[in-house]
Every structure is written in C-alpha cells, then in structure tokens.
C-alpha cells in the first residue's frame, strides 16, 4: 500500500512539475509558424494554457477514479485515457513555449482539486466512473470546439494541435460509453459546466 501511494506521489510530481512524454509527433510541428501581432501570440499562449490546465486537471481526474475503481477493464481505460492525456500535456506545453507563455501558477491547485473529484466519483461505482469520465470528455470536446473559434485564424499550428486533442477525446468519451458508462443526473453534469467554466477564465490570466 505504501509503495502504491508513493507511486501516485511521483505521478502528481511529473504531471505538475515534469515534462510530459509522448509517443506521437506533436501535430502541426511541419507547418510554419505563422506571423501574429504580439496581442494574438499573447491570445493564443492564454488559450494554450487553459487547454494545459484541463490536461493537469484530466491526469488528476483519472488517477483519483483508476485509484478507486475495482474493476481491472475501468482501470485500464482510465489509464489509457491517461496516457493520451499526457500526450496533450506535452504539446500543449510546447506550444505555450512557442508563443512565449508561461504555464498556470496555479497548476498544483488544479490538480489537488481535480484528484479530490477523481477520487469521489470512483467511489460511487465504476458505471459512474465511467459516466463521469465520458461527460469529462463531452465537456473538454466541446470546450477545444469553441477554442477554434476564439484562435488567431492564421494560427494553424496551435489548431492543428487542438483538432488532435478533440478527436482524443471523441474517442475517449465513445470507449467510456462502450464500457458501459451510466448517463449522470443532469445537475451533476451542470455542476460539473460550472466548476470548468470557473477554472478556464481564471487559467486564461494565472
């Protein structure tokens, strides 16, 4: 047991602290970067940084429901979600260095924070483990939807990284479903709207 919780310990360590790895080619790293007034890159760097944070906020959310999910299929998935998540992490990372951003100061909050939720909705039960993961990913779709609308049109790097993301995360919610995901009440899901709308205009400044 105790060398489980260290193992989650260094977890939370790399995802906040650490680069992230991936397996795939950061999307959009053989198209050019594009010319941008210092007001766009600043635009699209704040964008990147809140697309960062939902990914802190994912691998946190994963860790806590894989850590009190009993069943070894839930588990997996979680833990396979978890791994493409950390491949967002990486490019969206990257691509705020391209821009000359910086990263959410407040990242080892976001991330307590989304543990703590991961936790709770694991201890309802995998069917709801699952529920919770596929509206997750519903609502993380539909947020990077509105983000193509709101990037810099010319910015075709940073697009073609949060195309990636959203189909990631298509596939994500579709897997959860499959599993056998239930449907969560629908003041769960308006809760769950307001709480990411509260950390997306605050990690688009901090």
Known sequence: MFDKLII?????LRTVFADAPTRRAMPG???????MSDAERKHAAALMRVNHVGEICAQAL?????????DP????????????ETEHLN???????ELGGRKS??????????LAIGVLAGKFGDRWNLGFLAETERQVESHLQE????LPVQDQRSREVVLQMQQDEIAHAESAVEAG???LPLPVKQAMKFSAKLMTNTAYYL
Not at 147 to 150: E, P, T, Y
């Open 91 to 97: 490019w969206t990372e990257r691509r705020i260095t």
């Open 8 to 12: 989650e310990f260094d977890k939370a």
């Open 105 to 114: 100061a407040l990242n080892p909050l976001w991330y307590s924070g989304a």
């Open 73 to 84: 299929e839930v588990r997996r998935a979680m833990e396979y979600a978890a791994w493409q």
């Open 29 to 35: 790293a053989a198209t050019s970067e594009a010319e």
């Open 62 to 70: 994963y860790q806590g429901q894989a850590l009190t999910s009993h």
């Open 147 to 150: 983000h193509l609308g709101l």
């Open 181 to 183: 995901a239930a449907e």
